[in-house]
């Protein structure tokens, strides 16, 4: 009976392909929601919240030295951002000037020619 046990239920599950993964993931997904109460939400790490995985009634708060250094992280990361976001504009705007420069140089002949000289290897 065992052989023919096991291709019945194969035959079953073949019904329903996608069934037993709808089930796994929704297991999944009921097994790690997090109930407890949440401090500091903008804060808190996936890394935190993972380790309250087995313990998800429990209440998920930083430590101030935690708290401290993760503020600091997000400021430097906001100082970072806006001085890329200069070094951008200087560049765009450097480079709109010397394609404007260009532009006239070229639709205006009283300017005159650019004359570039190459350097020579010595």
């Known amino acids: 009976m065992g052989i023919h046990g096991m291709m019945s239920n194969t ?3 073949d019904k329903k392909p996608y069934r037993r993964q709808r089930m796994k993931t929704a297991e ?3 097994r790690n ?3 407890g109460d ?3 939400r903008d804060l808190i790490t996936k890394h ?3 380790k309250r995985r087995t313990s998800p009634r429990a209440n998920i708060t930083l430590s101030g030295k935690k708290r401290k250094k993760l503020i600091k992280q997000l400021q430097y ?3 970072e951002k806006s001085q890329m976001e200069v070094m951008l504009a200087e560049t765009s705007r450097s480079q709109r000037k010397t394609k404007v420069d260009m532009d006239a140089a070229i639709s205006n002949p009283k300017m005159g020619t ?3 000289e190459m350097k020579e290897a010595v």
């Open 28 to 30: 999944r997904r009921k």
């Open 38 to 40: 949440i401090q500091d």
């Open 33 to 35: 929601r997090i109930v």
């Open 77 to 79: 990361m906001k100082k």
């Open 48 to 50: 935190h919240l993972k």
């Open 114 to 116: 650019v004359d570039v």
């Open 11 to 13: 035959k079953r599950r």
